[in-house]
């Protein structure tokens, strides 16, 4: 017979135990509630979902770039796949699960996809550099000429064999004009006498990497023909895309001189070459750049104008108008007239993924579905990132999609969707809605954009908004359809006064760019924004754009972290560039102090850029706290109660080794462009030939007793692997000479 006492658990006896398993209990209650709010969240959001699976493989991408070893990159696709298995398993018989599930699922899945697509994009079109700057004749074959003369220059893309390894490259070289020769285009073969140089990394932390841009367009070298080249075989006639491009730039030019010319001619053509440097710098300063970079609005507006044209001009056909659906014909013609312009102007990313979302548009047209929705933007970015995925973390891609999201965000919003709604009203009271609302987009793509501007080009527009409401109607609606009409009047020899009316729009265009440039504080220079500042400030607006309701306010906690971090971001105490030539020092003058006055305008702005230094800059020979002879520079700095000692060489003569050795040991930082001896230890850093070789430049925060490198975070990506000890040596480099 069974023992039927009952089994006691002691919970009195052990009031611990009780406590523990209560506790447990708890938490898997809590958990579960979680679980349940989010799969219903989920739930409730339906087609919301779907743009997160971009932003995952987007993610995916960005984490490919940030970590540094192929360990890393292994890792973070396991992760994501095993991520998603895993929910898989564990709620494959829970249907409360259902949508969280299959969320972790696609998100894993599409992270991992990105790490995969970006490495194997990197591994298949990466090319190596070449070893150390060459100078000699080479025989090569024309692949690309691109026309710069508002630099005095044309590009050339050339196709030729590496003089040492004889393994075929590709490299781009800047001629000269006045070295130009006929028949130098597309497809000719030419004996061109050239210096070359591996691309340049950074120039200092967070400055723009050439050498990564070049990995990924296959480029292994850089450099500038130094003569005439000699034509061994002329450019086949063309009838290509670039080719059209050239001229139909050529004819517009012609048509319209000076600045107004060069920008119909990038309207028109996308060929920017031509437009003038102090031109360019006020359309970047007055947040109208965008004007110039074929992008969604110019497709956007051809597009539109094709479909309006078509739709009218097929309806005069009765007998189509009866047997088809026009507005199915009228968007085919349309679709067509958009691919052909993205073509004509370069097939660049901003232009492509406007062509594809444009493209999208018009099938959900067609279809009857909604035309305007962040689905579609998300299917044309993960177009676009499969086919260039390096392009994220350019701020092109970043960008473009930053304002079209911002825009298609705001204008589905509920609130904004009733101020818009149409009422039995006037027309004036309706003009006046739609203006402000042009405002408030102005403004929202503003803010949208600021973080990626400051990002990548280390300032921030006070007045873009304002300018744009202006300058867009104005591009959309007037000067791109004169030119339109210009180029087609011309076909019978009526354009002029078209083309006399598109330059006076264009005029008035470049009047508006250099008034809002020249305000005092039209723009403000930043210090270097941190990687991790920027991930919060993109992670907050997409979870902004996104979703829909009260759970967008969530944005707030990382916009408002991220809006903290960059408030006290510091602004380094020393810039030194990656071939030591080029030294900036901040917080000692209202100006920038620099060991050189460079001829270089791009290393002087980029010294400027990531100190947020403006104005004029002052040579350290003319500051009070520095004493210089022919060879060095010796400059005191003082910092919370701390002085520091700079010892900075300005030549390449020899220096008693003694002296130097002492010199060292007296300073904390020393700077040189050539390699020092051993001896030479000083307190701090000594950043010579030798160890800039291996950091690349440098960022120092003195107070902090912290240094910042190119170096860090390159890891084994290719571009920096495989240049790491041939590093870019600047104009004065020593190179290896071929016959």
């Known amino acids: 017979m069974a023992d039927s006492t009952p089994v006691s658990v002691p919970l009195k006896e052990l009031p611990q135990d009780a406590a523990m398993q209560q506790t447990h209990w708890r938490m898997e209650r809590l958990l579960s509630s979680v679980g349940d709010r989010i799969d219903a969240f989920l739930d409730a959001s339906g087609f919301d979902r779907g743009p997160w699976l971009a932003v995952a493989f987007s993610a995916g991408i960005g984490a490919w770039f940030v970590l540094a070893t192929a360990i890393g990159w292994l890792c973070a696709a396991v992760v994501g796949i095993l991520g998603g298995m895993a929910a898989q398993m564990f709620w494959r018989h829970n249907d409360r699960r259902a949508h969280l599930r299959a969320a972790i699922f696609g998100v894993g899945l599409a992270f991992s996809l990105g790490v995969a697509v970006v490495w194997a994009k990197s591994s298949l079109v990466g090319t190596e550099p070449i070893a150390h700057p060459i100078a000699g004749t080479f025989d090569a074959r024309v692949l690309e000429r691109i026309e710069q003369p508002a630099d005095g220059r044309a590009r050339l893309v050339l196709a030729m064999r590496e003089p040492e390894t004889s393994r075929a490259v590709k490299v781009r070289v800047n001629l000269p004009l006045d070295k130009d020769i006929l028949g130098l285009g597309e497809g000719a073969r030419i004996r061109v006498k050239?210096?070359?140089?591996?691309?340049?990394?950074?120039?200092?932390?967070?400055?723009?990497?050439?050498?990564?841009a070049a990995w990924f367009d296959g480029l292994a070298a850089t450099g500038?023909?130094?003569?005439?080249?000699?034509?061994?075989?002329?450019?086949?006639?063309?009838g290509g895309f670039g080719s059209l491009q050239r001229r139909l730039a050529d004819h517009v030019r012609s048509r319209l001189d000076g600045s107004a010319g060069t920008i119909a001619a990038a309207l028109a053509s996308g060929d920017r070459g031509a437009i003038a440097g102090e031109d360019e710098a006020a359309m970047r300063d007055a947040g109208l750049s965008h004007l110039l970079s074929i992008s969604g609005l110019h497709v956007s507006a051809v597009i539109a104008a094709a479909y309006f044209m078509a739709i009218r001009l097929l309806a005069l056909w009765q007998w189509l108008a009866l047997r088809i659906r026009l507005p199915v014909a009228a968007a085919a013609i349309a679709a067509l007239a958009g691919i052909g312009y993205t073509l004509l102007t370069g097939a660049e990313v901003p232009t492509v993924r406007s062509c594809v979302g444009a493209v999208l548009v018009l099938l959900a047209l067609a279809l009857g579905r909604e035309p305007l929705s962040l689905r579609l933007i998300a299917v044309a970015a993960g177009f676009v990132l499969l086919l260039w995925p390096e392009a994220l973390v350019g701020p092109s891609f970043q960008m473009s999609f930053s304002a079209v999201i911002a825009i298609v965000a705001l204008h589905s919003a509920g609130p904004v969707r009733a101020f818009l709604a149409s009422r039995d009203e006037g027309w004036l009271v309706p003009a006046l809605r739609r203006g402000t609302m042009l405002l408030v987009t102005g403004l929202v793509i503003e803010f949208a954009l600021m973080p990626v501007v400051m990002f990548h080009f280390h300032r921030a527009g006070l007045y873009g908004a304002f300018a744009n409401v202006i300058a867009i109607p104005l591009t959309t609606f007037v000067s791109m359809p004169l030119i339109a009409l210009a180029l087609a009047l011309d076909a019978i020899g009526l354009g002029a006064p078209a083309w006399w009316l598109a330059g006076?729009?264009?005029?008035?265009?470049?009047?508006l760019a250099h008034f809002t440039a020249d305000q005092p504080g039209a723009v403000k220079l930043m210090p270097q924004m941190g990687k991790g500042t920027f991930a919060l400030f993109i992670a907050g607006s997409l979870w902004l754009a996104l979703w829909r309701g009260?759970?967008?306010?969530w944005a707030v906690l990382p916009l408002g972290v991220a809006c903290v971090l960059l408030a006290i971001t510091p602004v380094p105490d020393v810039l030194i560039s990656r071939d030591g030539r080029e030294v900036g020092i901040t917080g000692e003058d209202e100006r920038l102090l620099?060991?050189?006055?460079?001829?270089?305008?791009?290393?002087?702005?980029?010294?400027?850029?990531?100190?947020?230094?403006?104005?004029?800059?002052?040579a350290i020979s003319q500051w009070s706290g520095a004493r210089c002879s022919a060879d060095f520079c010796v400059a005191t700095l003082k910092r919370q109660g701390r002085e520091w000692h700079l010892l900075l060489a300005l030549s390449k003569e020899r220096i008693d080794e003694r002296q130097l050795a002492a010199a060292c040991d007296l300073s904390d930082i020393v700077v040189a462009d050539r390699y020092l001896p051993r001896s030479c230890r000083p307190r701090w850093i000594k950043a010579d030939r030798r160890s800039l070789d291996e950091t690349g430049g440098l960022a120092l925060y003195l107070n902090r007793h912290e240094m910042k490198s190119v170096a860090e975070g390159q890891g084994e990506h290719g571009w920096w692997r495989n240049g790491k000890a041939r590093r870019y040596d600047g104009p004065g480099a020593p190179s290896r000479t071929y016959p």
């Open 550 to 553: 009260r759970v967008r306010l």
């Open 594 to 618: 620099v060991l050189r006055e460079s001829r270089s305008t791009f290393a002087r702005e980029t010294l400027q850029e990531m100190a947020g230094a403006e104005g004029e800059v002052l």
């Open 224 to 238: 500038s023909v130094v003569a005439a080249p000699e034509l061994l075989e002329p450019a086949a006639q063309q």
């Open 194 to 212: 050239a210096r070359l140089m591996p691309p340049a990394p950074p120039l200092l932390p967070g400055s723009y990497d050439f050498s990564r």
């Open 504 to 511: 006076k729009s264009l005029e008035f265009l470049l009047a």
